[in-house]
C-alpha cells in the first residue's frame, strides 16, 4: 500500500504540503435530497483515496447539471516528488482518475469502501493549462473537485462533522486571533475519532500573498494525510483548505487556501456550470 500523500517542502518558505492540506457564481440546481447527516457516509472529513495516497474531504459542491461534487487538495493527485509546491508546475493525475471515498484507513489498511467519484477538476491541471503565472496563485491554489458517482450521491451531505456548516463561504480573510474550526481524518490517527475535531487561532492574514492563504494554530496541527481538510470561520462560514503545514519562522502552524479565491478561480477555468458551495444541513455549534 502507498502511504499518506507526503508532506511536500518548499525550500524558500521552509513549509510543507500537508499532503495526505469569490462568492458562489451562476445558480446552481435546487440541491439534491441529501442523506441524512446522521447516516450519510460520504461527508466532509471522509477519507479519500487517489492512486493508493490518502487525503480528507473539505466540502460538498453541486453544479447547474445537478452533479455532487467533494473538494480536496489538488496535491493529493499529484505525481511529483515531495518539493513540488507550485501548482503551475507541477504534475498531476489527469481528470477523469478514479477516487475512492473510504472509512477507517490506517498505516496497514485502506479502510472500508463508501463509495467512489473521478477527479473532475485540478487547480494544479488547470493553472498549467491555461498559462497561470501569478506566483501567489501557482503556490497557494490548491484545490481539487471529485464527481460523486450517480449511484453514491445518496450517500452524500455536507454538514461538517461535530461542528455542523458550513454556513457560506467567508470572503473577507481572517484576522489575528481569530477561531477556525476543522475536521481531520489522517489515516496516521488510525481511525480515532476523538482526534479529528480541531479549533485554534488564526495568525491574522499576510497581505504578501495577496489573500491566497490563512496561517494558522490548531490542536491539534493537520498532519499527513488531513491534507484538503475544511476550515470554518468563526461564524461557521468556508474558510479554507488545508494546504501546508509550517516549519520555520512558525513550527508546527499551518496555511490554508483560501476558499473564496479557490472557488472563483474553478467557476471560471472548470468549465462546470454554476459550480456552487452547498450549505451544511446543520447547523453550526462551536461549543466544545
Sequence with gaps: MRPTRTLLATASAAVLTAAGLGANAGAAQAAPPWAPADTATITPGTQMYTDGAQCTANFVFTDGAGSVYVGYAAHCAGTGAATDTDGCLADSLPLGTRVRFAEGGSLVSEGTTLGEGTLAYSSWDTMDRVGTTDANTCAYNDFALVRVDADDVAKVNPSIPFWGGPTGIDTDGTAAGDRV????????????????????????????????????????????????????????????????LGLAPLPASNNIGDLARELAFAQQHSGLAGLALANGTEPFDPVL
Design 181 to 244: 474550526f476543522s475536521y481531520g481524518n489522517s489515516s496516521l490517527r488510525a481511525g480515532l475519532e476523538p482526534l479529528s475535531p480541531k479549533t485554534g487561532v488564526s495568525l491574522g492574514d499576510d497581505a504578501a500573498d495577496g489573500g491566497w492563504s490563512h496561517p494558522l494554530y490548531t490542536v491539534t496541527p493537520g498532519v499527513p494525510g488531513d491534507s484538503g481538510s475544511a476550515f470554518l470561520s468563526q461564524d461557521g462560514r468556508a474558510v479554507g483548505t488545508l494546504s501546508t
